[in-house]
């Protein structure tokens, strides 16, 4: 049937606005655009991959998954979707300045940032599984892991390196 282009807006919308931060927004769109049968996980990790390897926010690389998974069109809708959350921050940072210190207001951002960290591991699992998990994806995704763990090595870099790594050992 293809991508309904407001569905695919109302996802990513949807995912923007529960992540705080570019990568955290990859849990729920995942089920999402999977569950649709919109995208692959090689798909996932290639806007991934887009997304640390272009400057700018790391948020960009779901613009990348928007032209993967719907074309042109689909990138338009990523970027209108991904870019409207942002902008109600400055309302809702003036309401959590005002009622931020209520005991309630403190756990439910925290129980929303404990959520996304237990999830992330699981949508990794499964990206890598679609990706044909097996010894050599297990080096280079846990040395990428410990080299960004180590914050000496930009991103980018990470990324170069287990682009070579991929060439060498799947040659």
Not at 47 to 57: D, E, F, N, Y
Not at 66 to 88: E, H, R
Not at 122 to 145: C, K
Request: charged fraction near 5%; aromatic fraction near 8%.
């Amino acid at each position: 049937m293809g991508v309904q282009f407001v569905l695919l807006f109302l996802f990513i919308f949807k995912a923007q606005v529960i992540s705080n931060n570019g990568i955290a927004s990859l849990p729920s769109l995942h089920a999402d655009l999977i569950g649709q049968g919109w995208a692959t996980d090689p798909q996932f990790a290639g806007a991934l991959v887009v997304g640390q390897m272009t400057p700018g926010p790391n948020g960009l690389w779901i613009v990348s998954l928007g032209y993967i998974v719907a074309g042109p069109l689909g990138a338009v809708v990523a970027l209108c979707a991904s870019t409207i959350p942002p902008m109600l921050v400055l309302p809702i940072d003036a309401l959590y300045r005002r009622f931020g210190s209520l005991p309630g207001v403190e756990g439910f951002v925290r129980g929303i940032g404990l959520a996304v960290i237990g999830v992330s591991p699981l949508v990794l699992a499964q990206v890598l599984q679609g990706s044909g998990f097996d010894a050599g994806t297990a080096v280079i995704a846990s040395v990428a892991f410990v080299l960004v763990l180590t914050r000496r090595v930009p991103n980018i870099v990470v990324v170069l390196l287990g682009a070579l790594a991929g060439v060498l050992i799947y040659r």
